[in-house]
């Protein structure tokens, strides 16, 4: 039982247009969710974050729009850019007693920006 | 600055060996995690530690071991490999808790475990 999910395997989208890449969760007792990227033969790095109390946090071109009736979130990159071409990862964050919390992650999304 | 450095790169054992995944990490982070990745798969969390000398499962413990003697060494052992073994493994760490939840862990470039 998925509790994350990303439902698509991949994504095209032309340079400079804007990529929408979209995550599920069925667990509402996630306190935020996190957004990595991941590059072929790298560990996953962070990209944005958004707590549970909120719906929408922007980095530069980097927005992710949380909708918790739905229980889906979205990732928007604008404008993409050819070095936007990896792997992204939804996870959602749990936090336990000990201070520490932890990860659940979906399957990824592999975007592809063509120039 | 290193972050999160992983060894071997690359490593391929017999079913019924034993090796160890080493981890080091020199952000004096307390929170370090191990995660495997199978094919097409999402990151699934092996162990975690809060601090040195505390660990608990995660996800899916079964079949490998951990200790935390120091901040900075977190490695993951396992004893009798399997095929299922067969895996990427990333080690990450996190510092103290942000109250805006922005927290991030980071990944080191992972092991790449294959049993046969």
């Known amino acids: 039982d998925q509790q994350v999910k990303q439902n698509s395997p991949s994504l095209s989208v032309q340079e400079g247009r804007i990529s929408i890449l979209n995550c599920d969760y069925t667990?509402?007792?996630?306190?935020?969710f996190l957004w990595y990227k991941k590059y072929p033969a790298e560990g996953p790095t962070f990209l944005i974050s958004?707590?549970?109390?909120?719906d929408k946090n922007e980095d530069g071109r980097f927005t992710v729009f949380l909708n918790k009736s739905a229980k889906h979130l979205s990732l928007h990159i604008v404008p993409s850019q050819p070095g936007d071409s990896a792997v992204y990862f939804c996870?959602?964050?749990?936090?336990?007693?000990?201070?520490?919390?932890?990860?659940?992650f979906g399957k990824g999304t592999k975007l592809s920006v063509i120039p | 600055n290193a972050g999160v450095t992983q060894t071997p790169k690359f490593r391929i054992l017999k079913i019924g060996q034993s090796m160890t995944l080493q981890c080091a990490q020199d952000?004096?982070?307390?929170?370090m995690y191990w995660y495997r990745q199978d094919p097409g798969m999402g990151l699934k969390l092996i162990y975690y530690s809060v601090g040195a000398g505390i660990t608990d499962k995660g996800e899916v413990p079964n079949g490998y071991n951990v200790s935390r003697s120091t901040t900075e060494y977190f490695p993951l052992r396992l004893e009798l490999a399997a095929p299922s073994q067969t895996s990427v493994y990333f080690c990450a760490s996190r510092g103290a808790h942000r109250l805006d939840g922005g927290d991030e862990q980071f990944f080191g470039p992972g092991t790449r475990l294959t049993v046969l």
């Open positions: 952000m004096n982070h307390n929170y």
């Open positions: 958004i707590s549970s109390i909120k």
């Open positions: 996870a959602a964050a749990t936090i336990t007693g000990a201070g520490s919390y932890q990860l659940t």
């Open positions: 667990n509402s007792m996630f306190d935020y």
